[in-house]
């Protein structure tokens, strides 16, 4: 395990590319949500969410499967078992007739992606450690940002000239050339050694071995609050651009702008998290999430949509302190747990994705008129985010002079 090792520019590529697929499964289709409405005669704009939101449904169910098999029988065969899985359901979702089947072939591909996702983490966890893994994390975060700038404008370039159709068969073709680039290039990471056998009581040791750890227990749960409050973004950002501001067009435009953001944030933490730690760091962005959201909220508290120019600021520094605490609290909340680095991941990552998908379909189905329940959920997730980070930080605190009595 390597603590403080160059990091070649293609591992960094490969491990940012297996992360892209769901970016890429997500965001290309954010331009066509109406459309694809209209073709499976589901004309409720807030239903259409769900094409969204329910794939991360399918990425957490995916992980609890993945990560412990992944532990058992190496990590690159499950990435293989993935993408196959993947391809399937975008076969599913370009030949449903109907929102229900749409919705099945959503959940589908969540699960086959939970593999590359999920895989790439563990695979980042057997190789290193510590503030050094939260660098690598950003660098790779990095990378994988530039597929949600460029992703809606696929979309809408496919859109406009073949069909919606089209953008899943592109997901399909790019999970393919990612596959076999992983095949070629990166060696197994599982040592022999710390494979663990797969049996029925792999998720209950799992799960036992890991609450006992308060660090991972907290930092999954904040991962969860901060999950649920962006995905809404996701879901309703066509919502708020397309209907609200009447910006069908430039909606693509729009959303690559915000995830630009996000993405030198995310470029930046790579440099400034080895100099803060990646607790301070994390703490000050969730601090300037929450205040910036909940300053939004008394600001425009009853009342119309502000000018688009005042949202995409109040937007601009929300994703930009996102781009501060994804990659930094994941980190943080696997650190503890590095010898059940699969189950872990799958557990982690599971427990924040079934917290996350309910807080956004809730907040997401007030999203109509304005976008001011977006940033209510920000503010009140981002508050509980920092509370429980105060609170794990006094038990880890107290943990600390224990040990040392």
């Not at 992980?63 to 391809?87: A, C, E, H, N």
């Not at 007739?97 to 695979?123: S, V």
Request: positive net charge; hydrophobic residues 55%.
């Amino acid at each position: 395990m390597q603590e403080n090792q160059t990091v070649k520019f293609e591992f960094i590529a490969l491990m940012a590319s297996l992360m892209s697929i769901v970016a890429l499964a997500i965001d290309a289709l954010l331009p066509a949500m109406s459309t694809i409405g209209i073709s499976i005669n589901s004309i409720d704009s807030n239903n259409n969410q769900l094409l969204i939101t329910m794939i991360f449904l399918g990425l957490g169910v995916g992980q609890l499967l993945f990560g412990p098999l992944s532990d058992s029988l190496g990590r690159k065969p499950m990435v293989y078992i993935g993408f196959s899985i993947f391809t399937i359901a975008s076969i599913i979702c370009v030949l449903s007739p109907t929102l229900e089947w749409m919705i099945f072939g959503r959940i589908l591909q969540g699960i086959g992606l939970a593999a590359p996702r999920t895989i790439a983490i563990a695979i980042i966890r057997d190789m290193y450690k510590g503030d050094y893994m939260a660098k690598i994390m950003s660098f790779i975060t990095t990378f994988f940002i530039l597929v949600p700038v460029v992703a809606p404008v696929i979309g809408k370039f496919i859109l406009n000239l073949y069909h919606w159709k089209g953008i899943f068969y592109i997901q399909i073709l790019m999970a393919f050339l990612v596959c076999i680039w992983f095949w070629k290039r990166q060696p197994e990471t599982l040592k022999p050694e710390y494979k663990i056998k797969f049996n029925k009581h792999l998720f209950i040791d799992g799960f036992k071995e890991l609450i006992k750890y308060k660090v991972t227990l907290g930092f999954t749960i904040i991962s969860g609050f901060i999950s649920g409050a962006f995905i809404v973004y996701l879901s309703a950002s066509q919502i708020i651009f397309e209907n609200q501001y009447d910006l069908k067009e430039e909606f693509p435009y729009i959303f690559a702008g915000l995830a630009i953001g996000v993405g030198l944030s995310t470029f930046l933490n790579g440099s400034i998290v080895m100099r803060l730690g990646m607790w301070r760091l994390s703490f000050i962005a969730i601090i300037v999430f929450s205040l910036n959201a909940l300053l939004y909220v008394l600001l425009f508290w009853n009342a119309e949509n502000p000018s688009l120019a005042i949202l995409l600021v109040f937007m601009a520094i929300q994703f930009f302190t996102i781009g501060f605490i994804f990659g930094n609290i994941r980190a943080i909340a696997m650190e503890p747990i590095g010898h059940i680095a699969g189950i872990g991941a799958a557990l982690t990552g599971f427990v924040s994705t079934i917290m996350a998908v309910p807080i956004a379909n809730y907040i997401g189905s007030f999203i109509n008129a304005t976008a001011l329940p977006l940033f209510v959920g920000f503010s009140v997730f981002g508050v509980f985010s920092v509370l429980i980070f105060i609170r794990v930080q006094v038990l880890q605190a107290k943990e600390v002079q224990i040990t040392k009595v």
